[in-house]
């Protein structure tokens, strides 16, 4: 956790772009919250029927750890729009993403409970010390 | 019914053990919850999946009980779904991640 699930229309984003989105994904969500790189998943898929693409081309859909500000959810979604633009082509009329907070307490993540935004540090040195020591 | 949304990686878990964890997570569903799971199994494409901007080996159970439950029960059945999610695939304890929300609010 975070998670964010990208559902596309086929073709609109190659295989090219996806793993330069997912690290633009992953820079910018630790970026604006801080959190370590290693939580950060970043999934595509295309015509996903688990994430109706409405009318839009793109949809990215973060679920995150609760407590982040508002700011820090508008930077997330203006930024990701913005990647997934470049890399992919896509107008940015044409590209959603919305973010939804998960409290950490409902997320096992390395067979213990989410550390609460913030507090990662005691949970980075026992499930990935190599992360830790560069956070 | 119980919804359940369990993605992983393409070609990482056989269909043997897609079935098997299938039925655990129904009965699971059925002794913590009291019903059956609504199972929706999503697989992401190949190369489509990254952890910490790498190609992912990370699969995520989702479950959403129809009440809610105290902090402590959460977490003892949050082990057990993942540790049986782990026996059955291989995969370790830092490949899965488990969810148990409460109720979308009315």
Not at chain 1, 25 to 31: F, P, Y
Not at chain 2, 42 to 51: E, M, R, S
Request: hydrophobic residues 40%; charged residues 20%.
């Amino acid at each position: 956790m975070p998670l964010y699930s990208c559902n596309a229309l086929p073709g609109a984003i190659d295989d090219a772009a996806k793993p330069k989105i997912a690290a633009d994904i992953t820079r910018i969500h630790c970026d604006v919250t801080g959190a370590p790189p290693i939580f950060v998943h970043a999934f595509f898929f295309e015509d996903a029927p688990h994430q109706p693409l409405d009318d839009s081309k793109a949809f990215l859909f973060g679920s995150i750890r609760a407590g982040r500000t508002d700011d820090q959810k508008a930077q997330i979604a203006d930024q990701m729009r913005q990647s997934i633009h470049t890399h992919a082509g896509i107008p940015l009329e044409d590209i959603k993403v919305i973010t939804q907070d998960t409290p950490a307490k409902w997320v096992l993540e390395g067979g213990e409970i989410m550390p609460e935004p913030g507090e990662e540090a005691e949970w980075l040195a026992k499930h990935h010390p190599e992360a830790a020591a560069h956070a | 019914m119980i919804p359940c949304t369990c993605i992983v990686q393409d070609g990482q878990i056989s269909a043997e053990s897609e079935a098997t964890l299938r039925s655990k997570l129904d009965a699971f569903s059925t002794k913590a919850f009291g019903s059956s799971a609504e199972i929706n199994w999503v697989t992401v494409p190949a190369a489509g999946g990254f952890t910490a901007s790498k190609p992912s080996t990370s699969s995520i159970v989702s479950i959403r009980p129809s009440a809610p439950i105290d902090q402590e029960t959460r977490a003892t059945l949050l082990h057990e779904l993942c540790g049986f999610w782990t026996a059955e695939t291989g995969q370790t304890l830092n490949e899965i991640v488990g969810v148990i929300s409460d109720p979308m609010p009315a």
